[in-house]
């Protein structure tokens, strides 16, 4: 059993505070929690939304519909309403009538608490109201949350949490059945955070960036915790000058990385391309959002997957990996990092804003630094040439500073890194570059499968659209169709025969993307992995929900 709390206004009014207030009581309290985020690009006004799921098994999607709607002002009213389930209550901040509820939440934090700030406050405890549980839980939170703010700041956020449930008892909001409590895990994480952590885990040591709706979170997140790992954090005037300095950074044998969103990728092409020739690790941390050019900048998507695999000017290898769970933004945070290092190639991390947004209670992440192995030749003599030939096309890594003469130039290059125009060398310097991709290929994540495996229908899936179409085949399956899904945390390179393999013969197969022209599929088909395909896709800047899926799959 589960349900569903959409918090509404507009920018300003502490939708996202009081959203963040609910999942952590919820989760403290042993629910299973995952939260959404849907909002306008602006500081103040427009309309936004926060959406709490919380239940008894571990979730995996948002919803559509909403048990219960917190509008905070008329245009969230008359914008949602009709979203919410049937049976289900809508509170309004202010007077209402039925069948809505009216809560003056801004004007019961002004007398109780001596602030409209605290409104937020109010409308929890009227959401607890309606669910049944007791007000003491998140008044014990809020103790705990509240504390570093003093005894005052949290006695008045306590009277706000109880006057907001006595109001709702008083407005004739009866309690439904809701959850009941599992024991899940207290610990909620964000995709932001987790990326963030297994990056200064990982031993990050430079990252340079320039601020870019939704990859900021990951900046701003480094930035915080650059004292605790030593981490040095430079706000860039420009992303031109970010990529360069992470390929100046890796250069000196830094582990380094940038964070970026589409507009800022496609300014950083040239230096990606420089890392590709310079053979150096740069880890770019990219989090899409819906073009072209501005496009929606705080909503979701996944149109940059063909840019990020032919991204840069000329001819070379690179990893692409894209998570599809909190898990996997950390695993896959730490794999990126070293994929770079160990082929001395540029790695591109591909999330979206809902992937970075998304917040869920996980077993904890474990926060032993371990820093990655940088594959530097620590002995590397006077003899040493920076690219010299080898089968793997992986050279021996050497960095200035020691007895090595460590040469590299934008140009094309001999084994020791001058620049030079003889045509024999330069096949020979583009082949062992491209070898790399033979070790990649290896070392590709392997498609991960759930359902039923061998059924006739499969659905393939990539990067966020994970947990929808988790869920949607849970749906389908309750209804008796039996179909399968692959899903893929890695988009490049692609083990064209593996994939062949677990495909295999089927009757049906629909890929799911938040793209207009199914680029996944598309790439899929150019390199023979699957033939004919039906797709299911969305690029109007919102997520997938697994129900609209499950309905979708069975038209």
Known sequence: MD????????AGQGVQTTGELLVGALAKMGFHVLSTQVYMSRIRGGLNSYDIRFGDAELHSA???ADILVALNEEALDTLAADVEAGGAVFFDGKAEKPYVGIGFTRAAKETGGSAVMANTVAAGAVFARLGYDVEALVQYLAVEFKKKGSDVVEKNAACARRGGQLAVEAGVAAVNAPKSVGAPGRVYSG???VGLSAALSGVKFVASYPMTPSTGVFTFLAGA???????VE???DEIAAINMVCGATYGGVVAMTTTSGGGFALMCEGLS????????????LS????PATGLPTRTGQEDLQFAIRAGHGEFVRAVYAPGTIEECYELTRLGVETAHKYQTPVILLADQYLVDLRKNIPPLDETYKAIDRHIKEDAGEDYMRYAVTESGVSPRAVPGGSAFVVLDSDEHTADGHITENLDVRVEMVDKRLRKGRGLIEDVVPPARYGAEGAGHLIISWGSTYGPCREAVD??????VEVEMLHFSQVWPINTEAVKKAVGKRSRVTVVEGNATGQFAGLLREAGAIGECEKILKYNGLAFAGEEIAEEVSK
């Open 475 to 480: 749906i389908l399956r309750t209804r008796g």
């Open 3 to 10: 349900m569903n709390v959409r918090i509404a206004g507009e």
């Open 274 to 285: 420089l890392a590709g020739m310079h053979e150096l690790p740069a880890f770019v941390f």
């Open 235 to 237: 706000q860039a005037e």
């Open 63 to 65: 919803r559509r519909k």
């Open 288 to 291: 899409q959002r819906p073009g």
């Open 226 to 232: 650059a004292d605790k790992y030593g981490i040095v």
């Open 192 to 194: 932001t955070e987790a």
